[in-house]
């Protein structure tokens, strides 16, 4: 079982930078590829980025590219995502995600999809005032 708690979320202007955290349990996280998604009120849960187990390769929606950065810690079993000149049509909650096996591999067909990740954080708000 893998538990995914995101931490960093809340209120900033349009144009600030916000750092969400998201801290799995887990011996085996580092094989883990990770996710992040967004959900905005009315709206279903979309893709904003990912990353391999390694780090090293990364996916990001084509709205974020640029201003979003995915990034891991193996040693210390969390994944972040850095949120740079935000908008107010980023507001959303922001959902961490893990796709588990010994095998996982990710790909960008298989980064944006919800039903890749096996695991999900129970998400955090997101928002930004214009």
């Known amino acids: 079982q893998v538990q995914l708690v995101e931490s960093g979320g809340g209120l900033v202007q349009a144009g600030g930078s916000l750092r969400l955290s998201c801290a799995a349990s887990g011996r085996t996280f580092s094989s883990y590829p990770m996710g992040w998604f967004r959900q905005a009120p009315g709206k279903e849960r979309e893709f904003v980025a990912a990353i391999s187990w390694s780090g090293g390769r990364t996916y990001y929606a084509d709205s974020v590219k640029g201003r979003f950065t995915i990034s891991r810690d193996n040693a210390k079993n969390t994944v972040y995502l850095q949120m740079n000149s935000l908008k107010p049509e980023n507001t959303a909650v922001y959902y961490c995600?893990?796709?588990?096996?010994?095998?996982?591999?990710?790909?960008?067909?298989?980064?944006?999809?919800?039903?890749?990740?096996?695991?999900w954080g129970q998400g955090i708000q997101v928002t930004v005032s214009s």
């Open positions: 995600a893990a796709r588990s096996g010994a095998t996982a591999t990710i790909t960008s067909a298989t980064a944006t999809t919800t039903s890749y990740y096996d695991y």
